[in-house]
Structures are given as C-alpha cells and as structure tokens.
C-alpha cells in the first residue's frame, strides 16, 4: 500500500523535495570495499565468506566514517564483535585490521565512481524536484566527486557528516534539509539510501522512503526497515517520476 501511495505522490507532482545518501547510493563504492577487505584479508591470511563479510563490514563504515577516531575507538569492541570473519582474534589484531581495512577504503573510494547514468538522471529529476544529499562522508569529499562530474549546481543542499547535527539512523540527521523551508510538510520529501541506517532515519523523521539495492544491503534487509519503495535502481526511479 505504502509503495502504491508513494508512486501515486512521485507522479502527481506533490512530492517537494528528494533526500539522497551519498555512498552506494549515488557513488559506486562495492569495488572500493570489496577490494579494500580482499587485500587486507589475504595480507592476513584470514579466510571468510566475502559476501557475508562485504555486508558487515560495509554496514560498519557507513556507520564510523562520519565519527571522529575518539569515538570510533571508545566503542570498537561493540562495533568488532558483529564481524564474523573476525571473531577467532584477539582484540587488539581486529583493530589493526578493521584500521587497515578503512585506510585502504578511504584511499580507494576517491576514485570511486559515480553508478552509471546517475549524472543523467539527476539531471532529469532536478527538473522536478529540490535534490539534497545527507551522507555519513566528509562533505569535502561528497563535494570533490560531484564537481568531478559536474552536479555541484543540482543541489540545494550537500550534507556531510561534520555539518550534520546527528547521524542516520537518527532521524534529527535530516533536519538541515527541513531548516531550509518556512513550513515543512513531511510527506513531501522522500529519503532516499542504500543502508538500513538511511531508510530507519527517514521512517522516524516522517518522509517517505526509498530503499535502493545498489549498496551493500540485501532487498530482504531493507524491506525490513519499513522502505515504503525497494528499486534496484535510480532508473527504475527515474521511470516511475517519468510516467505522469
């Protein structure tokens, strides 16, 4: 039902605004990811399912790379203990790998690109609608790869996580974007993300919600979290914005 209404609202013109995350939503991050755990992993000779690995260690840096290294350390045992591929090691040898793990990332992710097509489907959507991005990266680096591609002007608002008053799943995370309008009606915005954290923000903000496959989360997980639309792709929302 949610998903007829949301279409119905996308097609009808009363949808305001489009609130996207940035990595794995707009910005193809796998290979970086995939690469960055692979490397280290075989350095280390530890031996794991890639795929069940790719997902929790993925869930974890969207999670740590909008906090400082104070924090990231004060919590470390909790944030280690749900990596599987981890657990026969000692405490101290998963910080040296998860440390070596995110290093390797963040290097990798600067030339990560943007999904294909994505630049010409922004383009189209901000025709319509007000496009804003809130991401747990650095605003900087949300910034260096949208000039790369020329979409700095597409949107009205870029908001990484050192200018966000909380981070996703905290629904407070999305309050930049409604602190730009006099009046807000919630249901005119719809939060867009490829991560459980993305859609949990949007449901407990009020907007709607649109889970995409292209991260590192499974359709079963994010059907989960109350996404009231789960596509596999930005065309797919793309077509649906198109059939007015």
């Known amino acids: 039902m949610h998903s007829e209404q949301l279409i119905g609202h996308l097609q009808n013109g009363s949808i305001r605004g489009l609130i996207f995350d940035f990595d794995g939503t707009l910005l193809d991050i796998a290979e970086s990811l995939r690469n960055s755990i692979k490397e280290v992993f075989e350095e280390n000779k530890i031996v794991s399912d890639m795929e069940t690995t ?12 909008g ?7 004060l919590q470390s045992y909790d944030m280690f203990k749900y990596i599987s591929s981890l657990n026969s090691l ?5 910080i040296q790998i998860a440390a070596l793990i995110f290093s390797r990332y963040l290097t990798l992710a600067k030339e990560a690109p943007i999904f294909p097509n994505a630049d010409k489907y922004l383009r189209k959507l901000h025709k319509s609608y007000d496009l804003y991005i809130v991401s747990h990266n ?7 790869h949208l000039e790369k591609h020329d979409l700095m002007n597409l949107f009205k ?9 909380a981070l996703k799943p905290d629904p407070n995370a999305l309050k930049p974007v409604f602190d ?12 867009i993300g490829d991560m459980p954290s993305d859609i949990m ?19 079963n997980i994010l059907s ?14 793309l077509q649906i914005t198109e059939k007015k």
């Open 201 to 219: 923000a949007g449901v407990e903000a009020g907007v709607w919600t649109i889970a995409l496959t292209t991260g590192v989360s499974n359709r």
């Open 180 to 191: 730009r309008y006099k009046s807000v009606k919630l249901k005119e915005f719809v939060m």
């Open 67 to 73: 906090y400082p290294l104070p924090k990231i350390i």
């Open 90 to 94: 000692t405490f101290m040898k998963k």
């Open 138 to 144: 650095q605003t900087k680096n949300i910034i260096a």
């Open 54 to 65: 790719i997902q929790e260690i993925g869930a974890l840096m969207e999670t740590i790379q």
């Open 224 to 237: 989960e979290q109350g996404a009231s639309l789960v596509l596999d792709s930005l065309s797919e929302l």
């Open 157 to 165: 608002g870029i908001y990484g996580a050192d200018l966000l008053p």
